[in-house]
């Protein structure tokens, strides 16, 4: 991935963090405490997918899923979910997302964003 494109994807992921935070404030949310946070990935092949997963691990993720995504518009691609129980601001914040956009653009890979139950 270009340089352009990893601040691209940065920012499309802070605009949407922004209105998570947002969102979560108004539902009184404690941004702070620890909760649990799936994180999504994509791969393009199981190489790059296990190679994602394995830098996530070694980072302190549980790897929760590394599988093909059975797509008929692309059947070589990998899905790659990795969980942590962490601050919602922590999930929220910038250093985590580019550091995660990086990883995978590191391998061809996209970080499709992240979900917590609320």
Known sequence: ??????????????NRNSELKIRF??????????CAV????????QRDAAVIGRSLYQMGFL???LSPAHSEDDPDRWSIEAGAKIPLIQALGDELT???????????GVFDGWGTTV
């Open 38 to 45: 799936e994180f999504h990935f994509w791969a393009w092949t």
């Open 63 to 65: 790897i929760r899923l």
């Open 1 to 14: 991935m270009k340089r352009t494109s990893i601040a691209e994807a940065v920012n499309q992921h802070r």
């Open 25 to 34: 404030e108004e539902q009184g949310l404690q941004l702070d405490e620890p």
């Open 98 to 108: 580019e550091k995660l956009v990086r990883l995978a653009a590191a391998e061809d």
